[in-house]
């Protein structure tokens, strides 16, 4: 797929000016700190804006135009997130994210896009439920234990959006031998063997969501960071 500029993701997306500008700052300040910190792979910064701003923009149609909150896990550099959060305004979003230092950057880059967001440092494991409209989660954990972090931030009419890789399918079939969920994918638009998988009224099946084995956080090719 052709590397996007910032012009051609505003083409594809449709976004605003005052939009595309805030997404611009992100860049610039996740290019500058990444060069001291490694928030993303040095490897996909010459890509950004089709890598990881686009493939996390992508979501933006998938929520609900009733959606008021927005959860996301593991947010890392911001991706999904904080580009979620530049797309649809309307929406209260809180980025939940365990090492300090990526806690910094989001909350400075949010700062210098001029947008309001939540940033929860703390383990998922740590915290206190809480319900949100949607959850979202990019590279974070295999789908049978992400279900199990996500379980605690859903409620009855809750949508999961979570960027996967080419071991979807397989995800999947292991997910449902511990999760009750109305499940589908929707083909991903920057990797021809990803997909999203859209999760609704998910629920334990037969365990206990803190008795789900451990999967590990090694991510399939293709869907990492």
Request: net charge positive.
């Amino acid at each position: 797929m052709p590397e996007l500029g910032p012009e051609d993701f505003a083409a594809k997306t449709g976004v605003s000016r005052e939009t595309l500008a805030r997404l611009k700052a992100y860049a610039d300040i996740l290019v500058d700190w990444n060069a001291r910190h490694n928030l993303v792979a040095k490897s996909t910064l010459p890509d950004l804006w089709s890598r990881h701003f686009w493939d996390s923009a992508q979501l933006a149609p998938l929520i609900p135009s009733s959606a008021r909150s927005l959860a996301d896990l593991g947010s890392g550099a911001g991706f999904p997130g904080l580009v979620l959060a530049a797309l649809r305004p309307e929406l209260s979003v809180t980025l939940h994210e365990a090492t300090t230092k990526k806690c910094a950057f989001l909350q400075l880059a949010a700062e210098r896009m001029g947008i309001p967001v939540a940033v929860q440092n703390a383990r998922l494991e740590d915290l206190s439920p809480g319900r949100f409209d949607v959850v979202t989660a990019r590279a974070l954990a295999p789908l049978p234990q992400l279900l199990g972090y996500a379980q605690k931030f859903v409620g009855p009419n809750s949508v999961c959006l979570f960027l996967k890789g080419q071991n979807v399918g397989v995800e999947l079939t292991e997910a449902h031998k511990y999760w009750n969920i109305k499940a589908s994918q929707v083909p991903s638009q920057t990797d021809l063997s990803a997909a999203i998988v859209v999760v609704r009224e998910l629920g334990p099946r037969h365990v206990e969501p803190q008795k789900t084995p451990h999967f590990g956080r090694r991510q399939p090719k293709g869907r990492r960071r």
